[in-house]
Each structure stands twice: as structure tokens, then as C-alpha cells.
């Protein structure tokens, strides 16, 4: 199990530095806007609020986390999981870790 918390707690450093997740600025704390969902050395699965963080943000975290497996990003698909009429949308990005 410690390989995963490893990833884990590496997953949560990166989302911070790339996106300044809980810097100020924004309301609401880290765990609202960004969460992992889930993740495997194949699969990584984000939710993330729109107004918060881009497509782009969020593709180049995936390729961080793939990049620890030496592989590449490769979005699956993303879907708006909830609306907020002052966050915008909430989204759910997957990504599978490809050679």
C-alpha cells in the first residue's frame, strides 16, 4: 500500500503547484475544486470544477501522473457531473496511461 499513498500524496503536490489549488483567490478550498477520484498505473480519473481550472490544466496534470508510470496521457472521456451558477461546471475527466 505504500506505493499508493506515495502516488497519492505526489497527485496532491502536483494539483497544487500546477493549478495554485488553495493559494487564495479562490473560494472554496483545494478539495472542492479539484479532486482525485480515482487512479491506477493505468487510469487516472479527476473532477473538477470549470471555473477553476481548463481542459488544459487538467490534461497536463494527467500527464504528470502518467509521466511517473513512463507513459503518456490519453484522455477517454470527461462528463459535467453537477452544475453551480457561481462555480460553473463540475467535470469528470479520465485519462488512460498509455506506451
Known amino acids: ?21 488553495g493559494t487564495g483567490g479562490t473560494s472554496g478550498t ?5 479532486q482525485v477520484l480515482s487512479y491506477t498505473p493505468d487510469r ?21 501522473y502518467c509521466q511517473t508510470q513512463g507513459k503518456k496521457a490519453q484522455i477517454i472521456d470527461s462528463e459535467v457531473a453537477e452544475k453551480h451558477i457561481f462555480k460553473g461546471s463540475r467535470v469528470v475527466y479520465r485519462f488512460n496511461c498509455v506506451i
Open 30 to 34: 483545494a478539495d472542492e475544486e479539484f
Open 44 to 64: 487516472v480519473e479527476y473532477s473538477v470544477w470549470t471555473g477553476a481550472h481548463s481542459r488544459e490544466v487538467v490534461t497536463d496534470m494527467a500527464q504528470k
Open 1 to 21: 500500500m505504500g506505493y499508493y499513498d506515495a502516488m497519492r500524496w505526489a497527485i496532491l503536490l502536483v494539483a497544487v503547484g500546477l493549478c495554485g489549488c
